[in-house]
C-alpha cells in the first residue's frame, strides 16, 4: 500500500497540499478492525467522504451497506476499504460510470478479474498521461513565476 511518506517530496507545500496528504494518512491509518463497525458520520470522519456522498454511492449501486437493528447504516471493515478505494478512484479523476462499471464486475465473480484488470490498467495508463501534462504546465507556470520574480525550489 503507498503511503503519504511514499508521496512526499522536497518540494515546497502548501496548505491544501498539507490538508490532503493528513486526509490521505487519516485514511490509511484508520483502518478498521475485523469485525469492527462503524456509523455513516464516523465513516465521513474518517476517510473525508461526506454523508451525502456515501448515501449517493449507495443509491447508485458503488455500495452495499448493512443496517443495524435500529436501521442505521453500518459500515464494516470491507465497507470501509471500499469507501478509500472509491475516494482514489475518484482522486485519479475516474468517471462514475467506471467506477460502477468496476463494482459491477466485481460483483460477478472471479471471472471477471480480467476485465477488472484492464479497466484498471487502462484507467492507470490515462492517469500517467494526466501526470505527465500537468508536470509540463506546472513546469510552464513555474517559469512564469519566476520570470515575475517569485522564488521557486531548485
Known amino acids: 500500500m503507498t ?3 511514499d508521496l512526499r517530496t522536497d518540494q515546497p507545500t502548501t496548505p491544501a497540499v498539507t ?3 493528513a486526509r490521505l494518512e487519516r485514511q490509511n491509518s484508520a483502518a478498521l478492525a475485523d469485525g469492527e463497525r462503524l456509523d455513516i458520520a464516523s465513516v465521513a470522519e474518517r476517510t473525508g467522504v461526506t454523508a451525502h456522498t456515501l448515501r449517493y454511492y449507495e443509491r447508485i449501486g458503488l455500495l452495499s451497506i ?3 437493528a435500529s436501521g442505521h447504516r453500518s459500515y464494516s471493515a470491507a465497507d470501509y476499504g471500499r469507501v478509500v478505494f472509491l475516494t482514489r ?3 485519479t479523476g475516474m468517471p ?3 467506477m460502477q462499471r468496476y ?3 466485481a460483483a460477478e465473480g472471479e471471472h471477471t478479474v480480467p476485465e477488472r484488470l484492464a479497466l484498471l490498467q487502462d484507467h492507470r495508463d490515462h492517469v500517467r498521461a494526466q501526470i ?3 508536470t509540463f504546465a506546472l513546469r510552464t507556470i513555474e517559469t ?3 520570470t515575475y520574480g517569485g522564488e521557486l525550489a531548485p
Request: no cysteine; glycine share 0%; net charge negative.
Open 103 to 105: 463494482v459491477a464486475l
Open 144 to 146: 512564469k513565476i519566476d
Open 132 to 134: 505527465t501534462e500537468l
Open 89 to 91: 478512484l475518484r482522486m
Open 3 to 5: 503511503t503519504t511518506a
Open 96 to 98: 462514475v460510470r467506471d
Open 66 to 68: 448493512e443496517r443495524d
Open 19 to 21: 490538508a490532503a496528504l
